[in-house]
């Protein structure tokens, strides 16, 4: 059985996603503060965290930042605030996806199912290699001779499609549907947006990301 950590500051919306997920089999761990759920992530077996942004004490995208820390596990922001800007700010904490209050039960469970579907995929071979990039699929990490990042779960699923068909020119849709595998209302800039945050963390991490990450302007991203 799959847990899922739940953070929350209201007590209600806590019971209403269990409401949600236990009937699906899924193990819940409900928590109201940011600080005592890292603790958790630090101790427990946990799959994949809900994490709502506006909380006292320590706000989601702290928390995720934090999270990131020492965790790939797959974080899903909810937020009630509609603001792009919100959005684009979660994922460059590292957060893999987010979700809008109020939402739908079913969408919510479509976007649980296909991050977990993904993180548990199991596959034979644990590397992939392009020139002198090693991507390995057991441990979501990207390496470079003596550079190294480690990937969201987003992050990972992009460069897996880019560096397994160098030089094919990806669409921003292609690449949607290939980080989200379900069926998504997702605007599109948020491949964007995480092509932006994935350039930033490569680059810190020492790789020559300009060599490599291109841009075909008006369609898409690839790897050369």
């Not at 506006?54 to 797959?74: A, H, Q, T, Y």
């Not at 919100?86 to 919510?108: M, S």
């Not at 290699?129 to 990937?151: A, G, I, P, R, W």
């Not at 994935?198 to 050369?224: N, Q």
Request: hydrophobic share 40%; with cysteine.
């Amino acid at each position: 059985m799959q847990t899922i950590l739940l953070v929350d500051d209201e007590q209600r919306m806590l019971n209403l996603l269990e409401l949600f997920l236990v009937p699906k089999g899924y193990r819940c761990i409900k928590e109201t503060s940011g600080i005592k759920a890292i603790d958790i992530l630090k101790k427990e077996k946990v799959s994949l965290v809900l994490l709502d942004v506006m909380m006292p004490e320590m706000d989601g995208w702290d928390v995720c930042k934090l999270i990131r820390e020492f965790s790939n596990i797959p974080i899903i922001m909810l937020t009630a605030r509609t603001d792009k800007l919100d959005v684009i700010k979660g994922l460059n904490t590292g957060a893999d996806d987010y979700i809008t209050k109020p939402f739908d039960d079913r969408e919510l469970l479509a976007r649980v199912h296909a991050l977990l579907r993904r993180s548990s995929d199991g596959t034979a071979d644990t590397i992939i290699m392009f020139k002198d990039f090693v991507l390995n699929t057991e441990m979501y990490s990207l390496h470079y001779y003596d550079c190294m990042s480690q990937l969201t779960l987003k992050e990972f699923s992009i460069i897996k499609a880019l560096i397994s068909r160098p030089t094919k020119t990806y669409t921003r849709e292609e690449l949607l549907n290939v980080a989200w595998e379900y069926e998504t209302e997702t605007d599109i800039r948020t491949v964007d947006s995480h092509m932006r945050n994935l350039r930033d963390k490569l680059k810190k991490a020492g790789f020559p990301t300009d060599d490599f990450l291109k841009t075909a302007w008006g369609i898409g991203y690839k790897w050369c």
